[in-house]
């Protein structure tokens, strides 16, 4: 189900990538650029509605941590609220 949702969002992936999201079968091959467009682009829509709510409010949170961690102002203060 997860991998259908990736494989649906190929053709609809921009060329600014530098690979396209393939389904989780393939995971033993995925690289690290796959890993980080699952974390940072695709996985918060690929998730929803399919892993437990619970898990799906982990992931959403070390995605909002990763993103802010990544940022240019990652020492703002606003971030540190979160």
Known sequence: MIG???????KFF???FQRKPRALK????F?????????LYTG???????IPLNEYKTFFNF??????????????QDWKTY
């Open 4 to 10: 259908d949702r990736l494989e649906r969002l190929m």
């Open 14 to 16: 921009p060329s600014d």
């Open 26 to 29: 393939h995971v033993d091959h």
């Open 31 to 39: 690289k690290g650029t796959e890993f980080r467009t699952l974390l």
């Open 44 to 50: 918060l829509t690929t998730f929803r509605g399919i």
């Open 63 to 76: 995605h909002t941590a990763i993103f802010i961690l990544l940022s240019a102002k990652a020492d703002d």
